[in-house]
């Protein structure tokens, strides 16, 4: 470069004894004015202008504290018309260039004010600071006044307008340099003062600042090195011009012109060594600070640039001394900045002519580059592999034999794109250098084609890698650059069955197993179109191109498979390795083409060849291909089925005699049965057990002969292993074909069946010293418990009517619906035992929790139960899965009714009854239920706050009426525990909702005023409870037991342990009952003393009479005892109100009864785990019809005669006013 003239004192370029544009800067010097920003302009006087200029400004121009008034536009109108995009850049930059000719001073505020702006900063630089404030202290404003509450600015905020932004605030630097390139860079003051403004602001210790800034002077940098490049263009064809014209005669020669060209070139020369300038100012006072930013952005930046102006001017910028950056940042700890060193440098590689300017680097940063193929980074290392691509494709003298076999095991990567790019590195370093074909000459095929050689080679490669499962991903990573070669299956099939050329070396075994494995994985690629497994990225749609390609390799691979197929069958018949391979190629054939291309002898062919296989081998996986082969070929929808089927039946035909002949004999030989019998009957059921994996063989009654083989080992106890093992296999397929037939009618038999084995095969089952069973252990998977929930809830939580048929004569009808419903109380209870045993996870019960209120009276005690033992296993769990119930009937109220219900609503006066009957339910014991409860009111505070306002900002949340609900759980929270979940209320909660007493507010406020209110009385609530408790207790030890009664709520307990004690639970699975001893279990519970023998009518007639006369003498004990329960809580209730609603009247119920109305005595076995105080409904409650009544509220049952001579104290009377 040519020296440039030199720079005023004050001028801020870092400036040096060499004045040639040069990066040789070291990393600890601080070039001079870096940070001392004095001066915008020349001589350091920035205000003053010449007579002509002073006579632009004017006064139309009309200035007021340096902002524009134009238009009534202030200074940040550059700004946003840059944001919003809308205008071509062309003409914004040609507004601006007209201001600055009109007053550069006006413009350039406009234009600092516009970098200030695009860094994110709210603040304004003046006319007046312009003038008298040095660029240092107008930074330094600008950071005094910068907004730090968000971290946020124009470059990194989300959006698609501000994505847009930065390449807009790009484009108008690129655009502003290239319109400004032949007169106004060369002022010494537009691009002073800019370069001055950029390097201060890359400076600063604000990042919005230091990044928006070193972002505009790379790209201010970059449309420099253009207009450097274009004047050294100009200069050289000056140059040329100026020789040929001084090497002329002189009689030719023209003494103006060559004057002229003289001139031109001096003037050139000059804007060079001002563009050199600039450029060395920039890059000093810059790129040398920035490129090793903490931001890791910024250093992305950074490098991209420089890569960019090594690629544009590569006479200036390529060589050591800038390549050297590069070099060292690919050891950055980012995988950003690593990923655009890569990129940059192969912008280099691929051009070759550069190739001889980058040896050094090569040398001196390649081991770097191969070991950045294995980063971490998944991006980094395939920008890596191709750079070794590139490097590959320049000279093969640079990169070793190990340097090749670090890429090369790559192509066997679960990462697509990281095989991939192996896979074109491979292919280029072997598969490069092809046998030239003659011209004229005819192609060669099979055997002799150009590529037999290359196939070898990749078979070489595999079987030297030694991953032979893993040939899928071979063809996958070569696929893309090597299509070509891997569907050459001419030159495959010839390799395989001819003989090999004079002078060539065949194929060995080995070589041909590899050989036939690479074929297959080849012909699936191209039938199916989509990666391997653990490959796969997901579904992609192909394109009309690519699924006609699709088409073609199908009928190809068809038309030479289906001749070559059963030679090859033939020839490898004793090879179970390559025949399993070989019988997979049917599976991807297009069948149509065996009778569109008159190939039904070929097809012939190939059954027999199967035949003969099946007959010689009794290998699992050969005899699985086989069967495969089949089920491909017997398709129904091709003509060549009825063929394929009667083969086929014929095979089994003869299959299933031999099994049947050989083992009645090997039976009736018992201890006597030698060997080879034993073999025999193993090899057959082998056979037939592999065709029924895939066909239904149902017709040959395969059962029975299995089950008297099997019955026969278990009684004799002398049975083969593996005859055992592969006859359970063959039973276990009858019955998996005959459950694919029953009809929806059998379903809840096989529900209850299944429910059972999940439970014999859970983790239960290794318990009590039996961990050798360990792996006969299953936990069904999340799709399993999907299913058998979605079955409950379509076959169980249903009307009557829906599950009943109507006969004739009402009693027979009743009849009906009690044995129905007896079956939905068996399946309900069948999968409930799931949930208690911990076979499905516990929070799949809030799907049957949240129906405990609509069928109370069929599964009231059911699920009540399911409740309690779940509390046992887990009271934190438990109480996330009642809220989580209560939490889906509302998002079902809200779909239903919309968000702007009325809270008086039947729908959600349901739902906040459930919640009250659910808060009943953890008793009195607040120590026991402490974490739960408090557990409870978090997911319950979250959920409220979790959607944000339909009405927009100012707006109540969308479920914050879910508060109203979360408040009945209030009273079970303790006096500390309340100020905790009020504080952790408060954070979701601000200013202005505190301060709202509107009606959508009200569930809030009610909710607050439930942690607030009674937190002083906790205490005496609590003693209340627990006197009112011990009394009846007292009470209850001098009354007489009650009469034993079957019920079906008994029942349920009998069968439901807890985990605790781990026994063997009991089946519920009907279809392994006695029909009688079924009938006889039902729900409503026969008494077992009776033995003289009655139809089913008259016995339920005789049920319902015992029922009402039980109801009745358990209705008169329940008023006399809750006569003097109420008497003893009337002082409790005067002491405190924790225990009670504001507008219900306090009395005992047990809502966790059977559904058939029994009801032991409320002071019967009282247990301050299980006590629950209920309080009525409330008379708004009580009218509604649409809610069932509640039978065992003892409010509902009461003789008038008691209500009337109970004695009720005045705040008794008010609460229940």
């Not at 544009?312 to 390549?323: E, G, I, M, T, V």
């Not at 082969?629 to 009667?646: G, K």
């Not at 996870?841 to 799907?847: F, L, N, P, S």
């Amino acid at each position: 470069m040519i020296a440039a003239p030199e720079i005023p004192s004050e001028f801020p370029y870092a400036q040096d004894t060499d004045t040639r544009f040069s990066s040789d800067t070291d990393f600890s010097e601080d070039p001079d004015g870096r940070s001392a920003i004095s001066a915008k302009g020349k001589g350091g006087k920035k205000g003053k202008k010449t007579a002509g200029e002073k006579g632009k400004g004017g006064k139309g121009a009309g200035r007021i504290n340096g902002h524009h008034q134009e238009n009534g536009m202030e200074n940040m109108m550059l700004f946003e018309v840059v944001k919003l995009g809308r205008s071509a850049m062309q003409s914004v930059v040609d507004d601006w260039i007209e201001s600055y000719k009109h007053d550069r001073d006006v413009a350039l505020l406009d234009l600092i004010n516009f970098f200030i702006q695009c860094s994110g900063c709210k603040g304004v630089v003046s006319g007046e600071m312009f003038r008298n404030m040095q660029n240092s202290e107008i930074i330094r404003r600008m950071t005094e006044e910068f907004d730090e509450d968000s971290g946020d600015y124009p470059l990194t905020i989300a959006g698609p307008q501000w994505k847009k932004f930065k390449s807009s605030f790009c484009e108008f630097i690129s655009v502003l340099v290239r319109q400004c390139q032949y007169s106004i860079i060369y002022d010494e003051y537009m691009m002073d003062t800019v370069i001055s403004l950029l390097t201060g602001l890359s400076d600063s210790q604000v990042r919005a600042f230091r990044h928006t800034s070193t972002l505009a002077a790379m790209k201010l940098m970059t449309a420099l090195v253009n207009v450097a490049l274009n004047l050294s263009i100009n200069m050289d064809n000056t140059q040329r011009q100026y020789e040929a014209e001084r090497n002329k005669m002189v009689a030719k020669r023209a003494n103006d012109r060559l004057e002229l060209l003289l001139q031109k070139r001096k003037e050139l020369q000059e804007n060079q060594d001002e563009i050199e300038n600039m450029m060395n100012a920039i890059f000093k006072g810059v790129f040398v600070h920035r490129y090793r930013d903490s931001i890791a952005e910024i250093r992305a930046i950074c490098i991209e640039e420089i890569g960019v102006w090594m690629k544009l001017y590569s006479d200036a910028f390529l060589n050591d001394s800038y390549l050297k950056y590069v070099g060292w940042t690919m050891h950055d700890k980012q995988g950003e900045v690593r990923l655009k060193c890569l990129t940059a440098l192969q912008g280099l590689y691929y051009n070759r002519e550069l190739n001889a300017r980058l040896e050094l680097f090569t040398s001196r940063f390649k081991d770097r580059i191969v070991s950045m193929t294995l980063d971490k980074e998944y991006d980094v290392a395939v920008q890596a592999i191709k750079l070794l691509t590139l490097v590959l494709n320049s000279t093969d003298e640079v990169l070793t034999p190990e340097d090749c076999e670090s890429v090369y095991h790559l192509v066997y990567s679960a990462h697509r794109p990281v095989a991939v790019a192996a896979g074109e590195f491979l292919f280029k370093k072997l598969f490069s250098q092809r046998e030239p074909e003659e011209e004229g000459a005819p192609k060669r095929r099979g055997r002799q084609s150009p590529n037999a050689n290359l196939i070898k080679t990749t078979v070489f490669f595999f079987l030297e890698s030694e991953l032979h499962e893993h040939a899928a991903y071979l063809v996958d990573s070569l696929w893309e650059c090597g299509a070509e070669l891997l569907k050459d299956w001419e030159c495959m099939i010839s390799l395989l069955l001819d003989d090999p050329l004079p002078g060539e070396e065949a194929l060995t075994d080995r070589q041909e197993t590899a050989l036939i494995e690479i074929m297959l994985c080849t012909v699936r690629q191209a039938a199916e179109c989509h990666p391997p497994v653990g490959r796969g990225t997901g579904k992609r749609v192909m394109t009309a191109k690519e699924k006609k390609t699709q088409l073609d390799d199908r009928t190809r691979m068809t038309e030479l498979f289906a001749v070559a197929l059963p030679p090859l069958l033939a020839k490898y018949a004793v090879d179970a390795e390559k025949v399993t391979n070989l019988l997979q190629l049917p599976q991807f054939f297009d069948l149509e083409i065996y009778t569109t291309g008159r190939l039904e002898k070929h097809l012939e062919s190939l059954l027999r060849q199967i035949r003969e296989i099946v007959e010689k081998h009794t290998d699992t996986e050969v005899l699985e291909a086989c069967s495969k082969t089949y089920h491909a070929l017997c398709n129904e929808e091709f003509t060549i089925f009825n063929r394929v089927d009667i083969a086929r039946s014929q095979l089994l035909d003869e299959l299933v005699d031999k099994f049947n002949r050989l083992l009645e004999d090997f039976l009736q030989e018992g201890e006597d049965a030698d060997e080879d019998d034993a073999y025999q009957v193993l090899s057959t059921l082998k056979r037939i057990t592999a065709f029924h994996n895939a066909h239904d063989l149902s017709g040959w009654d395969l059962f029975t002969s299995n089950f008297k083989l099997l019955n026969t080992g278990i009684e004799n106890g002398d049975m083969p292993e593996q005859i055992v093992i592969h006859s359970l296999q063959c039973t276990h397929y009858v019955i998996l074909w005959h459950l694919a037939k029953l009809s929806e009618g059998s379903s809840r038999k096989a529900f209850t069946i299944l429910c059972d084995l999940l439970l014999i095969f859970s983790h239960q089952m290794v318990s009590g010293g039996r961990e050798h069973l360990e792996p006969l252990v299953y936990s069904p998977e999340d799709s399993l418990q999907s299913e058998l929930l979605s079955f409950i809830l379509n076959h169980v939580f249903i009307d009557q009517d829906d599950d009943t048929n109507s006969t004739d004569g009402q009693q027979d009808d009743e009849a009906v619906k009690i044995e129905a419903l007896h079956k939905r109380r068996n399946l309900l209870a069948a999968y409930c035992k799931l949930i208690i045993y911990c076979v499905v996870e516990m929070k799949t019960g809030a799907d049957i929790f949240k129906q405990y209120m609509r069928y109370y009276n069929d599964y009231g005690d059911i699920i009540k139960e399911t409740m309690s033992k779940t509390r046992q296993i887990d009271k934190i769990q438990c109480a996330k899965t009642l809220i989580l119930s209560l939490q889906q009937l509302f998002n079902e109220m809200l779909s239903e009714l919309g968000h702007g219900f009325d809270r008086s609503s039947s729908a959600f006066c349901g739902i906040k009854e459930l919640a009250r009957r659910f808060s009943l339910t953890f008793g009195l014991d607040q120590v026991k239920t402490r974490d739960a409860i408090a557990m409870l009111h978090k997911d319950g505070i979250e959920f409220a706050f979790k959607d944000p306002s339909p009405q927009g900002e100012g707006g109540p949340p969308l479920n914050l009426a879910f508060l109203d609900i979360l408040s009945e759980f209030s009273s079970k929270l303790m006096r500390q525990d309340k100020r905790t979940v009020h504080m952790y209320l408060e954070r979701f909660m601000t200013f202005q909702m505190a301060l709202q007493r509107e009606d959508c507010w009200l569930p809030l406020i009610s909710y607050r005023n439930s942690l607030q209110a009674g937190g002083d009385d906790d205490t005496m609530s609590v003693m209340s409870g627990y006197s009112s408790r011990g009394s009846s207790v007292r009470s209850k030890k001098t009354k007489p037991p009650a009469v034993a009664e079957s019920s079906s709520s008994e029942m349920w307990q009998q069968s439901m342990q807890t985990p605790v004690m781990m026994p063997s639970p009991h089946l519920t699975s009907t279809a392994m009952r006695d029909p009688k001893r079924a009938r006889d279990d039902s729900f409503m519970g026969t008494p077992q003393h009776h033995q003289t023998p009655m139809d089913y009518n008259s016995q339920v007639t005789w049920m319902l009479a015992q029922r009402q006369q039980e109801e009745a003498r358990q209705q008169q004990e329940r008023a006399m005892n809750y006569a003097k329960l109420r008497t003893n809580l009337q002082h409790a209730i005067r002491r405190g109100t924790g225990l009670m609603e504001e507008d219900e009247e306090p009395i005992v119920e047990d809502v966790m009864m059977s559904s058939e109305g029994r009801m032991d005595d409320l002071n019967e076995g009282m247990d301050f785990d299980t006590m629950d105080i209920d309080l009525p409904p409330s008379k708004n409650r009580r009218e509604r019809s649409e809610l069932k009544p509640d039978y065992f509220d003892p409010a509902s049952i009461m003789d008038e005669s008691v209500r009337a001579t109970s004695t009720l104290s005045p705040t008794l009377r008010f609460y229940s006013a």
